[in-house]
């Protein structure tokens, strides 16, 4: 068997590489590390440059500003690729963030990249994501461009700042403006804990298992049985609620100007006070409603659950194999 391996060309892995805080990043070398070690397999990690750079921590109407694009997916231009596109990858590792409840801009960029078909088309993808909680609806979207690409998702692994979300609310938006990561007034840290992040070697050691015995070419998920993604579909109608707004409000910022006019800044104001007063209210209502209406819902929050845990699941009856 280990000759039949050691036979074959070396397994390529691409791995998509963008992270403002470094957190996706970590995420990504904790899962890289043991197809690094494996001679069998050469892994590229290709950083994602966007021309015009997004700053972290970000600047209060900049931070806003992003929403429009985000929700409308417009593709920031990036720096040139190391890749020409007829690279040959055995397997595609596509760690993603989520943006205003769509992919990151920069993901977006690579996604809708002339190149991205080039590289993606019938292969194997792998996504990671790792943001506050709320990815369902950015997922879809995700999905989208990568059936845009034709690439085969095989696996979703997900990975959720573990604090309340009405804590993450505020939390996240302090790191993401300020850089300060601890929490405050009683509230956890934001974003993700050492132990989520070390645990993702699970998925790297159950990857190279899966390259060696050629199981990417099949059309199953490879991270089943890892507790790869944890859907909360209480959270679903918020997201359809956001989006929508999003994408109404983004729309009329979108008119008034491109990213940073002058034009949009009034704009932003209101829609900032519009989101806080959303937040504080609305949010909190619909959380407290669903959960008194929850056992009339069961059966709808079990099959939207069951849909966004697709393609890997939420079973975890192989991790005494691959964790620690
Ligand atoms: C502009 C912006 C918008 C964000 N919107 C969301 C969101 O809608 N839902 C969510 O769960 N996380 C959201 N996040 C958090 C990110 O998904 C991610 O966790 C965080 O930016 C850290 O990622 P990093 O690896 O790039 O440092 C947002 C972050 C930024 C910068």
């Excluded at 993603?96 to 190149?115: D, E, R, Y």
């Excluded at 943001?131 to 692994?157: I, P, Q, S, T």
């Excluded at 990857?207 to 089943?224: K, M, Q, T, V």
């Amino acid at each position: 068997m280990t000759e039949a391996i050691s036979s074959q060309r070396r397994k390529r892995v691409l791995v998509v590489d963008y992270s403002q805080t470094g957190q996706l990043r970590r995420v990504m070398e904790r899962i890289v590390e043991p197809l690094r070690a494996d001679p069998g397999i050469e892994v590229h990690v290709e950083t994602l440059r966007p021309l015009r750079d997004y700053p972290f921590p970000w600047p209060f109407l900049r931070f806003f500003d992003a929403f429009p694009e985000s929700a409308h997916m417009v593709p920031p231009t990036l720096a040139p690729l190391s890749l020409k596109g007829d690279e040959d990858f055995d397997l595609v590792l596509l760690p993603w963030q989520v943006w205003f409840l769509a992919p990151s801009l920069p993901i977006t960029g690579f996604l809708k990249h002339p190149l991205a078909a080039r590289l993606l088309k019938g292969k194997p993808v792998v996504a990671v994501v790792a943001c506050r909680n709320m990815w369902m609806l950015a997922f879809e979207k995700l999905k989208g461009m990568l059936a845009a690409n034709e690439a085969r998702l095989v696996d979703h692994v997900v990975l959720t700042d573990p604090g309340p979300t009405l804590a993450t609310l505020f939390t996240t938006p302090v790191w993401m403006l300020s850089g300060r990561k601890k929490g405050f007034w009683g509230m956890p840290d934001a974003g993700l804990t050492t132990q989520q992040i070390d645990g993702t070697r699970r998925f790297g050691r159950a990857l190279r298992d899966a390259l060696a015995h050629g199981h990417e070419r099949g059309s199953g998920p490879l991270l089943a049985g890892l507790g790869a993604a944890n859907a909360q579909p209480r959270l679903y109608f918020g997201e359809k609620t956001g989006t929508r707004s999003f994408y109404l409000w983004g729309k009329l910022l979108r008119a008034a100007g491109e990213p940073g006019a002058t034009a949009r800044k009034p704009l932003l104001g209101l829609y900032f006070v519009f989101l806080f007063v959303l937040i504080v209210t609305l949010l909190p209502l619909s959380l407290g409603l669903q959960a008194l209406l929850r056992p009339l819902f069961k059966q709808r929050l079990s099959r939207i659950q069951a849909q966004f845990e697709l393609p890997s699941g939420s079973a975890t009856d192989r991790c005494h194999l691959y964790g620690d």
